[in-house]
C-alpha cells in the first residue's frame, strides 16, 4: 500500500447523537416537500376534466413540470350531492360526477401520467349516509354499509356533508377504506388529500395510512386543514404532511362564494409566519408542515404585491412547505413565472430543512436556517404594510461567527464577504433572502449523488442529510466514489458519516486517485438510525479527485451519508 497521496491522521470516530426528531412516516415517501398545482384556490367548487387538462398542460408548457411541480391535484367538488349527501357507488364509495369528469378519475389521471406529471385526489373520513341507507356492501367482504357506520355521530364535510363515523372496532371499516384506496390506486392516484381531519379523527387517519400502504402503490399521504399541534407528532407518524392552519384563500373573491380573485390577502399569508415558528420542529424528510397553496402565477390580482408574493414564495421555500400553486396556471404573468422558476428559491424550498425565526420585532422578522452543506440561508422580512422598515441580524443570530460569503436568493448577485452582520432596508411586505457560506466550511458530497457500484441509494432509515445514504451490498468490493473537487492541492480533513447498525465492524479501504491510503475500521454504531463520523486526513491534487470507499469484508462497507472536506 502506496501513502504517496494521503498522509493519514486518524482521529477518534465520535457518534453524532441528535436530538431525537419525531420520527416520520416510513412509507418512504416525500422525502423531499411535494411541489405542484391544486384546484382549490382558483378553480375551486367547480372543476371538470377540460379544466384539469387545460391545467396539467399549462404546468408543462410553462415550463414549470421541468423545475419540480409534477403534482396536478384534484380538490373537492369532483362528487355529486343529493338531497342525503353524497351520491355512492356499488360498494358506497362517492360517485365521481360524471358530468364534470365524462371520461372518469382514471382517464384523467392516464393523461395526467403521459404528460410526465402525478395526479392527486381528495377525501374525507367516513361514510356516506346514502351508503348506509342503502344498506352497500364492502367489496370483497360479506360486510354491508350499515355493519361498520355509527350513524349517531357525522364527521366534517365541506360539500355534501352527511359522512357517518365508522366504526372501526367492526373489521368491515377497514375493509371499506381499503376498497376506497384500492380503487384510487387502479385509478392512478399518486397523491391523496385527506380534509376535515381533527383531534377525534386519528383512527380515520390512521385507517387510511393502512389502507393506501396495502395498495402497493406509493401514494402521499396529505392531511389537511387546521390540525391540532398537540398531536404533531401522531400526524407526523401517519403521513407525509399536515396543514397547520385553516385555509390560505380569503374567500374575498367576488365569484359565489368569495370564489375568483382575489384568491387571499396579505393576512392570510402573514399569519403563517407564526404558524411556522410553532411547527418548525416537526418538519423533515417524509413529513412536511403544510403551509397551503402558495397564490403566485396571476400577478397582483391574487390579492398580493409583487413584493408580497416574493416574501410568500420566500416563506414557503425557508419553512420547506408543500409548494402547491394555487393559481391559473393558463394565465401566468412573466414576472410571476420568473419567481416560481427561480432555482435558488426551489434549491432553498427542497433542501428540506425548516427554518427557524430569530428576529421578530414590530413587522420585522428574520428566519434562518442551516443547509446540510454549511450554508446558512437567512430571510430578512418588512411584514408591514405601510412604510419602509430597515431589518438587521448578526451573524451569531444566524447560527455562526466570521467572515461570509454572501449570495442574494433572489436576484443571484454577489454581495461579497460580510465581516459580522447584515441589514436591509425593505419596502412593506418586501424580503431579501441570501446564502451566507462561512469562511472555510466543509463543503458536503451526498453518497446518494456519487458513483455507486453494487449498492444502492436508499431512505429507508432516519437522520441522514440530504435525500438519502447508500447502501454498499454486502459483498467484498462493493463500493461508493465520490468526486472532489480542490482549488488547490494539498492536504485536506475528510469526514465520512456512517451507520453500521451491526455489531460487526465493516472495515473499508479509503483510495484516493486509484491508491489506497488505508483501510480503517466503520464499527457499529448502534443501530441503522445513528450516523457516526469518521474523520481522517488525505492530501488532494488540484482539480477534481475521486475518493473512494471500498468495503473489504463479505459484509460490505457500512452505511454511509456524506463526505464532508474541508
Ligand atoms: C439492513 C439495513 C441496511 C443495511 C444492511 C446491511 O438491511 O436496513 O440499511 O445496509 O442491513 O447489512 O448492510
Request: glycine share 10%.
Amino acid at each position: 500500500m502506496r501513502a504517496v497521496f494521503a498522509a493519514l491522521a486518524l482521529t477518534a470516530t465520535c457518534l453524532t447523537v441528535p436530538a431525537a426528531p419525531a420520527a416520520a412516516s416510513d412509507n418512504g415517501l416525500s422525502i423531499r416537500p411535494a411541489m405542484g398545482w391544486s384546484s382549490w384556490s382558483f378553480v375551486r367548487r367547480w372543476p371538470d376534466e377540460t379544466k384539469m387538462k387545460a391545467q396539467a398542460d399549462a404546468l408543462v408548457s410553462s415550463g414549470l413540470a421541468d423545475k419540480g411541480y409534477v403534482y396536478v391535484n384534484l380538490d373537492d367538488f369532483y362528487q355529486k350531492c343529493d338531497s342525503n349527501g353524497f351520491v355512492v357507488d356499488n360498494y358506497g364509495r362517492w360517485a365521481v360526477d360524471s358530468a364534470k369528469f365524462p371520461s372518469g378519475i382514471k382517464a384523467l389521471a392516464d393523461y395526467v401520467h403521459a404528460k410526465g406529471l402525478k395526479f392527486g385526489f381528495y377525501v374525507t373520513p367516513g361514510i356516506a349516509k346514502n351508503a348506509v341507507t342503502a344498506n352497500k356492501p364492502i367489496e370483497g367482504t360479506s360486510y354491508h354499509a350499515k355493519d361498520i357506520a355509527d350513524t349517531s355521530q357525522t364527521h366534517k364535510n365541506y360539500n355534501c356533508k352527511n359522512m357517518y363515523r365508522l366504526n372501526y372496532s367492526h373489521p368491515g371499516a377497514q375493509a371499506f377504506i381499503n376498497s376506497w384506496a384500492d380503487q384510487m390506486a387502479s385509478w392512478g392516484v399518486d397523491y391523496l388529500k385527506i380534509d376535515g381531519v381533527d383531534a377525534s379523527t386519528v383512527a380515520d387517519v390512521e385507517a387510511w395510512d393502512k389502507a393506501l400502504r396495502q395498495t402497493g402503490r406509493p401514494i402521499n399521504f396529505a392531511l389537511s386543514n387546521n390540525l391540532p399541534i398537540a398531536q404533531a407528532t401522531t400526524w407526523k407518524r401517519l403521513a407525509n404532511s399536515w396543514r397547520t392552519q385553516g385555509d390560505v384563500e380569503c374567500y374575498c373573491g367576488s365569484g359565489p362564494n368569495g370564489s375568483g380573485y382575489p384568491l387571499t390577502d396579505w393576512s392570510h399569508v402573514v399569519s403563517r409566519f407564526n404558524s411556522a415558528a410553532s411547527w418548525q420542529q416537526y418538519a423533515g424528510p417524509g413529513g412536511w408542515n403544510d403551509y397551503d397553496s402558495l397564490q403566485i402565477g396571476n400577478g397582483d390580482q391574487v390579492g398580493l404585491t409583487a413584493d408580497q408574493r416574493r416574501s410568500h414564495m420566500t416563506h414557503w421555500a425557508m419553512a420547506a412547505s408543500p409548494l402547491l400553486l394555487g393559481t391559473d396556471l393558463t394565465a401566468l404573468t412573466s414576472v410571476d413565472l420568473a419567481m416560481l422558476k427561480n432555482d435558488r428559491l426551489i434549491a432553498v424550498n427542497q433542501d428540506g430543512v425548516a427554518a427557524q425565526r430569530v428576529v421578530n420585532s414590530g413587522v420585522n422578522q428574520v428566519w434562518r436556517k442551516r443547509e446540510a452543506n454549511g450554508d446558512y440561508i437567512i430571510a430578512l422580512y418588512n411584514t408591514g404594510t405601510s412604510g419602509n422598515s430597515t431589518v438587521s441580524v448578526t451573524w451569531a443570530q444566524a447560527g455562526f461567527t466570521g467572515p461570509a460569503a454572501v449570495t442574494n436568493l433572489w436576484s443571484g448577485a454577489s454581495e461579497g464577504t460580510i465581516a459580522s452582520s447584515y441589514s436591509a432596508t425593505l419596502r412593506p411586505g418586501e424580503t431579501r433572502l441570501i446564502r451566507a457560506r462561512p469562511a472555510g466550511a466543509a463543503t458536503r458530497y451526498e453518497a446518494e449523488n456519487a458513483t455507486i457500484s453494487q449498492g444502492a441509494a436508499e431512505s429507508n432509515h432516519s437522520g441522514f442529510s440530504g435525500t438519502g445514504f447508500v447502501n454498499a451490498d454486502n459483498v467484498t468490493g462493493s463500493y461508493v466514489e465520490f468526486t472532489v473537487n480542490a482549488a488547490e492541492a494539498g492536504s485536506r480533513t475528510v469526514t465520512i458519516r456512517y451507520a453500521n447498525g451491526t455489531s460487526v465492524n465493516r472495515p473499508m479501504t479509503v483510495a484516493v486517485n486509484g491508491a489506497a491510503v488505508q483501510t480503517r475500521d466503520f464499527p457499529g454504531t448502534g443501530d441503522w438510525d445513528t450516523w457516526a463520523d469518521a474523520t481522517l486526513t488525505v492530501s488532494l491534487n488540484a482539480g477534481a479527485n475521486t475518493v473512494r470507499l471500498t468495503g473489504t469484508t463479505a459484509n460490505g462497507g457500512p452505511n454511509v451519508d456524506y463526505l464532508d472536506v474541508s
